[in-house]
């Protein structure tokens, strides 16, 4: 599976923008799909997933500001991030949990799309 992030940019504190995943073939709605972040220096963390087995999980950090939708028609996960904040200033990576023929979970990530807050 590839996936494949867009959406990225500069944008100033209480701005916002959308991130777009599309992903090389068809994702079924019972696997994990979403995005983490990673800032410099820090750790890759959540920031919000998708599946109809457990909805929608979000970051306490984005809760209220972000919503992530998924378009199963066009295979592709979105982020709509709005009131940006500096903090929010990261790498972006989507990613999708698909099992093998073993059973085994893969993760698959996409390359990460830059998101820079800042005035």
């Known amino acids: 599976v590839r996936l494949v992030e867009s959406g990225g940019g500069l944008v100033q504190p209480g701005g916002s923008l959308r991130l777009s995943c599309a992903a090389s073939?068809?994702?079924?709605?019972?696997?994990?799909m979403g995005w983490y972040r990673q800032a410099p220096g820090k750790q890759r963390e959540l920031v919000a997933t998708?599946?109809?087995?457990?909805?929608?999980n979000y970051a306490d950090s984005v809760k209220g500001r972000f919503t992530i939708s998924r378009d199963n028609a066009e295979n592709k996960v979105n982020l709509q991030m709005n009131n940006l904040k500096p903090e929010d200033t990261g790498v972006y990576f989507c990613?999708?949990?698909?099992?093998?023929?073993?059973?085994?979970?893969?993760?698959?990530w996409g390359r990460g799309t830059q998101v820079t807050v800042a005035s």
């Open positions: 998708s599946t109809t087995s457990t909805g929608t």
């Open positions: 990613y999708t949990s698909i099992p093998g023929a073993d059973g085994t979970m893969n993760n698959y």
């Open positions: 073939e068809y994702i079924f709605r019972s696997y994990d």
